[in-house]
Nanobody, 122 residues
Framework: QVQLVESGGGLVQAGGSLRLSCAAS????????LAWFRQAPGKERVIVAA????????YYTNSVKGRFTISRDNAKNTVYLQMNSLKPEDTAVYYC???????????????WGQGTQVTVSS
């Protein structure tokens, strides 16, 4: 079992920045992928970014490329999502996810955090 706890959400104006954190515990993460998903009101949960813990390869959905950066801190077992140039359409509940994935990083996660709200005002 992997436990995930998100933090860092809030209200920000368009063009601003936020950094989300996800602290992971319960397992050694060396063979895990950690990811950020988001779910806007009335919409499906979709992937935003992912990072392979060993090696650090990353995945980004097209709409956040160049604005968001996913990173990890091995010593703290924490993954971050730095969000810059935020837009109102980035408003959503952001969830941290983890699983042992080989290859594809955009789906297949079974461990989830509780979510943190990000609201971007225009």
């Amino acid at each position: 079992q992997v436990q995930l706890v998100e933090s860092g959400g809030g209200l920000v104006q368009a063009g601003g920045s936020l950094r989300l954190s996800c602290a992971a515990s319960g397992r050694t993460l060396s063979d895990y992928v950690l990811a950020w998903f988001r779910q806007a009101p009335g919409k499906e949960r979709v992937i935003v970014a992912a990072i392979r813990w060993s090696g650090g390869s990353t995945y980004y959905t097209n709409s956040v490329k160049g604005r968001f950066t996913i990173s990890r801190d091995n010593a703290k077992n924490t993954v971050y999502l730095q969000m810059n140039s935020l837009k109102p359409e980035d408003t959503a509940v952001y969830y941290c996810a983890a699983d042992r994935l080989i290859g594809e990083m955009s789906a297949g996660y079974n461990y989830w955090g509780q979510g943190t709200q990000v609201t971007v005002s225009s």
